[in-house]
């Protein structure tokens, strides 16, 4: 089998960054040596000083399939992470129908093993109804087909609420599995919608988003669940944190139960309120962008580790939806093609470790959710590599999306995506698609935590 070389690289992980040589052998990684071996035969590439990590793994999308594909469908926003240097991706279950059972999972693997062009998985949806039926699954073994269980403590597109305090109970104590949170206090934002209405009638500017889905409905919802996580030991993984507050809270949380981890997205650590005036409904998402002091906190998080990994929350609609009024503008930014450089850019700009990227887009993500294979620069895993030159400076231009805009576009980027292997076979080559035809995509697979159970499977 041939055997290509990766020499002068800068090879990033978790753990370190040192120059060497790193080998792919059909699609796994072959062998990482300080000097080059000689193979003969072997295709000998010079990165050139160029970083090499592992893919991304972006466990925190919305790729709208089924039910919105007028937005963005799983072929196309695939498509546009391998060229942002995402190979892997698991998507949320607020689809149309929502994926709240096995068999949804199962139409999704389906769909996505004819359209993906990135490895594939799914998060499970928890309701006020299907607790016991999502235990039932990882008791009999079925656990391994989708990465976590995602609960909206607070609503967003998709209408998947679970607000029966009694239902949180049962799903915290759920083990084997990792809890996500999108996480906000429904009663606050609704009586501070109320405000916003009295005051402005059906005109509410954007500016007062972050006062709608304001700290307050964040920071309640979140102590809950750290509340919760800590009573029952649960596997908690808190979703696209936006406030300072939080930070604190998690960064105590993780004391008292280790297995508590928190996500945030670059739009985050990018973006602040003084923006909405500019950008409007291009800004809209949920939770809000918040203050220059949120996102200060939160790029002081990602370097001690209090945040753990980067979800992009890409999340498309179309141009015409955004530029509506305020009430009717649906909330969600896509983004995952710009995910990979933006927090290259800001890790540069205020001097976080290059440790910490690989950490947030890929170790710590195949950790959190049992991924097999993937996520780690090891000889005998999967070869899903990016390389970035980080000298590179680029504007961001029309994104690959679907719905063909990014709030990122013409902003300013430092650390370009040159090349993207996909279980092996080179996908992206000077920043644009290579001949193939991304048919090497997989399945992710995912080992739970399950613990042993005489239940007899009704499913």
């Known amino acids: 089998m041939p055997i290509t070389l990766l020499k002068n690289a800068e090879i990033v992980t978790g753990a370190s960054v040192s120059k060497g040589t790193l080998g792919i052998e059909g699609e796994l990684i072959s062998g990482i040596w300080k000097e080059t071996p000689n193979i003969p035969g072997a295709e000998v590439i010079d990165m050139k000083g160029c970083l090499v990590m592992a893919g991304g793994i972006d466990a925190h999308v919305h790729f709208r399939e089924p039910g919105m594909t007028r937005k963005a469908d799983i072929g196309s926003e695939s498509f546009a992470a391998v060229l942002g240097g995402i190979t892997s991706f698991i998507d949320m279950p607020n689809t149309i129908p929502q994926a709240t059972s096995i068999e949804a999972i199962e139409w999704k693997l389906g769909r996505a093993s004819e359209t993906s062009s990135a490895n594939f998985g799914f998060h499970i949806g928890a309701t006020n109804s299907n607790a016991a039926m999502i235990r039932e699954y990882i008791d009999c073994g079925k656990g391994d087909m989708f990465g976590g269980i995602k609960v909206f403590m607070g609503s967003s597109t998709g209408n998947m609420l679970v607000d029966k305090d009694s239902v949180l109970e049962d799903l915290f104590k759920i083990k084997g599995k990792t809890i996500l949170i999108h996480s906000e206090d429904e009663g606050i934002i609704r009586r501070n919608l109320d405000k916003a209405r009295e005051e402005y009638g059906d005109a509410i500017p954007f500016e007062a988003h972050p006062l709608i889905r304001s700290r307050e409905a964040c920071v309640k919802s979140t102590a809950k669940a750290i509340e919760l996580a800590v009573k029952y030991g649960t596997r908690l993984h808190i979703l696209h944190v936006s406030t300072k507050e939080e930070v604190s809270m998690i960064r105590e949380a993780k004391k008292a139960n280790?297995?508590?981890?928190?996500?945030?997205?670059?739009?985050?650590?990018?973006?602040?309120?003084?923006?909405?005036?500019?950008?409007?409904?291009?800004?809209?998402?949920?939770?809000?962008?918040?203050?220059?002091?949120?996102?200060?906190?939160?790029?002081?998080?990602?370097?001690?580790?209090?945040?753990?990994?980067?979800?992009?929350?890409?999340?498309?609609?179309?141009?015409?939806?955004?530029?509506?009024?305020?009430?009717?503008?649906?909330?969600?930014?896509?983004?995952?093609?710009?995910?990979?450089?933006?927090?290259?850019?800001?890790?540069?700009?205020?001097?976080?470790?290059?440790?910490?990227?690989?950490?947030?887009?890929?170790?710590?993500?195949?950790?959190?959710?049992?991924?097999?294979?993937?996520?780690?620069?090891?000889?005998?895993?999967?070869?899903?590599?990016?390389?970035?030159?980080?000298?590179?400076?680029?504007?961001?231009?029309?994104?690959?999306?679907?719905?063909?805009?990014?709030?990122?576009?013409?902003?300013?980027?430092?650390?370009?995506?040159?090349?993207?292997?996909?279980?092996?076979?080179?996908?992206?080559?000077?920043?644009?698609?290579?001949?193939?035809?991304?048919?090497?995509?997989?399945?992710?697979?995912?080992?739970?935590?399950?613990?042993?159970?005489?239940?007899?499977?009704?499913f």
């Open 258 to 458: 280790p297995e508590i981890t928190a996500e945030t997205s670059a739009n985050y650590l990018w973006f602040s309120e003084k923006d909405y005036p500019r950008m409007a409904g291009m800004l809209k998402c949920n939770p809000a962008v918040k203050s220059a002091s949120d996102k200060d906190a939160l790029i002081e998080a990602l370097a001690d580790g209090t945040i753990d990994t980067i979800g992009s929350d890409h999340a498309p609609h179309l141009r015409e939806e955004k530029l509506k009024p305020y009430l009717e503008c649906p909330s969600g930014l896509p983004t995952i093609q710009q995910s990979l450089p933006a927090v290259l850019t800001i890790a540069r700009e205020h001097g976080i470790p290059l440790q910490r990227i690989a950490s947030a887009f890929s170790e710590k993500v195949a950790d959190i959710f049992g991924i097999v294979g993937r996520g780690y620069l090891k000889p005998g895993l999967f070869a899903d590599i990016v390389v970035i030159d980080p000298d590179e400076e680029f504007t961001v231009g029309t994104p690959a999306y679907k719905c063909g805009w990014s709030p990122y576009e013409g902003c300013r980027m430092k650390g370009a995506v040159k090349m993207v292997w996909l279980n092996g076979s080179l996908v992206v080559s000077e920043g644009k698609p290579s001949d193939y035809c991304f048919s090497s995509r997989k399945e992710i697979l995912f080992r739970s935590r399950s613990t042993d159970s005489t239940l007899t499977c009704t």
